[in-house]
């Protein structure tokens, strides 16, 4: 509490109060024993015997000009610390992150991290373009798979997202990211969650394809 906020408190208070605050000072903060001091003085109230208000001026003054300062310093640091936080720039997942997850995982992984980008900035706009150029593309995508598969050009397919990934890296984020200085977001918690999630694809898709073979009444080895 600043001093001119004691002050307003002890101008509330009743004489009584006040006079409570000096004979106990010890048991009230410095700033609040000055501010009583000061309003008993302004009502021309007779002080407690024994008390020197210049003695207790003395006394308490310097240790309440210490706290302040110290208050100072501590919000000067807090303001420096959000100042080089906010030149640092915002915290984003990197191209090359980007690029890493779409392809260890898939485009989809690499598109979800760039959304959370697009989040991070307030483009929500961007997220909606995103997501339809991620399900245009997966459409496209699906439709040149059998003719690919029927010409034994399968290898082509490991290749099927590269297109994605550059406009990711080309258009996407040069339009709608086009920070040049940003802190680079921690990938490990996206990591996990994508390997539990590529796992239990896997998992599903075994037990699938199993059941197909039990049902066919073929062997499974």
Same mark, same amino acid.
């Given at each position: =509490? =600043?001093?001119?906020? *004691?002050? #307003?408190?002890?101008?509330?208070?009743?004489?009584? %109060? @006040?006079?409570? *605050? $000096?004979?106990?000072?010890? &048991? *009230?903060?410095?700033? #609040?024993?000055?501010?009583?001091?000061? %309003?008993? %003085?302004? +009502?021309?109230?007779?002080?407690?015997?024994?008390?020197?208000?210049?003695?207790? +001026?003395?006394?308490?003054?310097?240790?309440?000009?210490?706290?302040?300062?110290?208050? #100072?310093?501590?919000?000067?640091?807090?303001?420096?610390?959000?100042?080089?936080?906010?030149?640092?720039?915002?915290?984003?997942?990197?191209? /090359?992150?980007?690029?890493?997850?779409?392809?260890?995982?898939? =485009?989809?992984?690499?598109?979800? $991290?760039?959304?959370?980008?697009?989040?991070?900035?307030? +483009?929500?706009?961007?997220?909606?373009? !995103? /997501?339809?150029?991620?399900? #245009?593309? !997966?459409?496209?995508?699906?439709?040149? /798979?059998?003719?690919?598969?029927?010409?034994?050009m399968?290898?082509? @397919?490991?290749?099927? &997202?590269?297109p994605?990934?550059?406009?990711?890296? !080309?258009?996407?984020?040069?339009?709608?990211?086009?920070?040049? +200085? *940003?802190?680079?977001?921690?990938?490990?918690i996206?990591?996990?969650?994508?390997?539990?999630?590529?796992?239990g694809?896997?998992?599903?898709?075994g037990?699938?394809?199993?059941?197909?073979?039990? &049902? !066919?009444?073929?062997?499974?080895?």
């Open positions: =509490m =600043m001093a001119e906020d *004691y002050a #307003a408190k002890m101008s509330r208070k009743t004489d009584a %109060e @006040l006079l409570q *605050y $000096l004979r106990n000072r010890a &048991e *009230y903060r410095e700033e #609040a024993v000055l501010a009583a001091l000061d %309003e008993a %003085e302004r +009502r021309a109230l007779p002080l407690p015997a024994g008390l020197d208000a210049a003695a207790v +001026r003395a006394e308490l003054l310097p240790v309440v000009q210490a706290q302040q300062a110290a208050e #100072a310093q501590r919000q000067a640091a807090t303001a420096a610390s959000d100042d080089e936080a906010a030149d640092a720039g915002p915290v984003l997942y990197s191209p /090359v992150t980007i690029t890493i997850f779409s392809v260890f995982f898939s =485009m989809l992984a690499g598109g979800a $991290l760039l959304a959370i980008n697009f989040r991070t900035l307030g +483009r929500n706009g961007a997220i909606g373009r !995103l /997501v339809l150029f991620i399900v #245009a593309y !997966l459409v496209v995508l699906a439709l040149f /798979v059998g003719p690919l598969l029927r010409a034994g399968m290898v082509l @397919l490991l290749f099927a &997202e590269l994605a990934i550059m406009a990711y890296n !080309l258009w996407f984020w040069p339009r709608y990211v086009g920070v040049v +200085r *940003y802190q680079s977001r921690g990938w490990l996206p990591f996990l969650i994508c390997t539990v999630l590529r796992f694809a896997y998992m599903l898709l037990s699938f394809l199993m059941q197909r073979l039990a &049902e !066919l009444n073929l062997p499974t080895q």
